[in-house]
């Protein structure tokens, strides 16, 4: 299972730790219970500067008790990407590489994952989705 690990700084601040364990999966699959206790969070990228924007993305987190859900992004409305931290069930299998992205966002003081690990600075060549493909991995 490819696992991505994102360092970017919105990451490190709605993961709470270096960074956020990103899945992948298909919009259309997503069942909800709960709704009415869904929130959004749209980052401010930039910030401070002349080139400040809201993102297009949205981080989807509970109201009730603030756990990171998934993010959606209307640039690709067939894809969704939960939190690994917000799954319970199945257990998730253990990736025999981590993939961490956005090094270029990492400061100091953030240390990578043990164990294998690909590193970019910002993201992998391939998607998600392609990984899974590549490595017979794909769950349609």
Known sequence: MNTQFCLCSICRKVGGVGGSVNLGGHSETLKIEGKEHL??????????????????SERNFCSKCSSMLWLYDPTW???????????????LKNPDTLVCAKLDSKPDYVRLPEGN????????????E??????????E
Do not use: C, M
């Open 39 to 56: 929130s959004v969070y749209k980052a401010v990228l930039e910030r401070g500067t002349s080139k400040e924007h809201i993102a297009t």
């Open 77 to 91: 409305p067939e894809l969704i990407h939960p939190f690994a931290s917000a799954i319970d069930s199945p257990e």
């Open 117 to 128: 690990k690909e590193t970019y600075q910002q993201f992998g060549p391939l998607s998600i």
């Open 130 to 139: 392609e990984w899974h493909r590549k490595n017979n991995e794909y769950v």
